[in-house]
């Protein structure tokens, strides 16, 4: 089997004389992994970092081998980002909720898409921290558990929305969580408002508790299954608070 297309580094890891395991998010594919020789030397080192978008082939003889690739660079950004240490600790829990999250081969072109954008805006765009919590949503519609933000599970109401069920990812009203709020997770406003306004530090902290409380939930969908939420992610809300 031979295909060829782009991806963006996921993770990298040594193999034998000189050549690692490269993981990668491609758009037609989903996450896929193969050898590539020298890919622990000094000429690909510096190409096969996490968050570069790469062109590449992949082939192997078998659809189920785990096969071999070879990769051209088209986007540099690891090292663009080094120097901005939130950005950096959102490319590395990008990275790492893609590796934990999405099985081998299942593809997820939406989620290719938004990752590549963030990505982007990782480099530069003030307002990233708010397309970070934007695209754990679209991770998590992704996984099957989607959010309803759009009206009040309770009153059917549009606006007013203040609160998230931790149970039914449904939104809910302060008129509607009468008597039970405290047993709510809050809703942070820049989830909801139609302005491209970045978000408040506590809302960054209120956002990132409640999409880890669902990516935790993801991860663990029953006790024969738990995983934990990746250190990079935790790492990434302890810098906005948001301990989980």
Known sequence: MDWQGEGIVLATRPHGEGSAILTVLTPDLGRLSGLIRGGSGRRLTPVLQPGNRLQLTWKARLETQLGTFTADPLRARAGLIMAD???LAALSSICALLMACLPEREPHPSLFEASETLLEALLGVQQWPLLYLKWE?????????????SRCAVTGATQGLAFVSPKSGRAVT????QGWA?????LPACLTRSSAMAASPQEMEEGLRLTGHFLARALS???????????ARQRLSGMFGAPL
Do not use: C, S, T, V
């Not at 949503?137 to 933000?149: I, T």
């Not at 405290?182 to 809050?186: D, G, S």
């Not at 969908?221 to 250190?231: F, L, N, T």
């Open 182 to 186: 405290a047993k709510l997770l809050p």
């Open 85 to 87: 240490r939130q950005a």
């Open 174 to 177: 302060w008129e509607g969580a």
């Open 221 to 231: 969908p029953d006790a024969a299954h738990r995983r934990e939420i990746p250190a």
């Open 137 to 149: 949503l679209g991770l998590l519609r992704e996984l099957g558990f989607g959010l309803d933000l």
